[in-house]
């Protein structure tokens, strides 16, 4: 697996699991941000630098060019439409649904290991849009 299509997965499978706020924290962060945003996110700065971690070892330990993917890869994760649905405290699965803890441990498992297949779906389509959308700045 290359290092987009990793990073992409698990960008996929956060928001899937209906928690874009940790993809836009993600994205904040590789844009010039800090560890220090992370309360603004509601994350707590170790969940944060964990995150954080996980990418830059997707992309063999190089900063620059996990940020460089971030970038690329965002805006269309951001376009895919979140499974599960959350009401008064309680998480559904819009799939199958299941009624979830809305934990995002939970969540994101449910999503990756019950639904591997929309995870699949969803990583091409954004792998897809990242591919034309390189091809169409280096056409220009
Ligand atoms: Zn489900």
Redesign the pocket.
């Known amino acids: 697996m290359s290092a987009l299509e990793r990073v992409a997965r698990y960008l996929v499978v956060k928001q899937l699991a209906d928690l874009g706020y940790v993809v836009d924290f993600i994205y904040a962060y590789f844009s010039g941000g800090s560890l220090g945003d992370a309360q603004r996110f509601g994350l707590s700065k170790t969940c944060a630098r964990g995150y954080v971690q996980r990418i830059i070892e997707y992309c063999n330990g190089s900063f620059f060019r996990a940020r460089a993917i971030v970038r690329h890869v965002y805006r269309f994760v951001k376009q895919l439409e979140p ?1 599960i649905l959350r009401i008064d405290g309680v998480a559904r ?6 009624e979830l803890v809305p934990h995002h441990h939970v969540l994101q498992e ?2 990756a290991r ?2 591997p297949d929309r995870v699949d779906d969803a990583v091409e389509k954004v792998i897809d849009a990242v591919v034309r959308s390189v091809k169409r700045v280096s056409n220009a």
């Open positions: 499974v699965c819009t799939i199958c649904g299941a449910h999503v019950r639904h």
